[in-house]
């Protein structure tokens, strides 16, 4: 082998080497710059609320006035549930339930209890509703109530 072939050969494999070393550099530094991103993690929900994604209510309009009643089921019995509902000017109204829950308790047991609710508005027949929980909006099962029946009457059996 000549002496320029040698050359050439050995040339090449410093340039290769080289070449390595400057890949590897390029890639350490762009992992610093991930690194030093911050990361966009979901938020864990720490809320004890957060299973309550449908709120069921049995519907009664009766004079112009809708009155919805139902039960939430809560983890502790120290929970109160506090309701209102807020009639939106439109054609048809919107009307817009607010559920929160106030708890004062630092130390309550653990015993899921149902906190009943009703709920009235005045507004057309044709009204539409929605439901907002701690102020996430959830789904609303409305269910109509018989021919005859009256609030004060109400007793949830609702399955499923």
């Not at 992992?31 to 809320?47: G, K, N, R």
């Not at 919805?68 to 939106?88: A, H, K, Q, R, Y």
């Not at 000017?89 to 899921?112: A, G």
Request: charged share 25%; hydrophobic share 40%.
């Amino acid at each position: 082998m000549s002496q320029k072939s040698i050359t050439l050969i050995i040339v090449l494999f410093v340039l290769l080497v080289l070449g390595m070393f400057i890949f590897a550099h390029l890639k350490s530094s762009e992992l610093e710059e991930v690194d030093l991103q911050p990361v966009q993690q979901e938020e864990v929900s720490t809320d004890k609320y957060s299973d309550i994604k449908r709120i069921d209510a049995k519907h009664y309009y009766i004079d112009g006035v809708h009155t919805l009643v139902g039960e939430i089921n809560f983890p502790t019995p120290c929970d109160l549930l506090e309701t209102d509902s807020l009639v939106m000017e439109s054609m048809p109204e919107q009307v817009r339930l607010n559920f929160t829950v106030i708890n004062n308790s630092e130390d309550c047991q653990q015993v899921p209890t149902a906190q009943r609710f009703k709920i009235e508005a005045t507004a057309s027949s044709l009204a539409e509703f929605s439901a907002w929980f701690m102020g996430r909006e959830v789904e609303f099962n409305l269910i109509p109530a018989r021919e005859g029946e009256l609030p004060a009457e109400f007793e949830l059996f609702i399955k499923g």
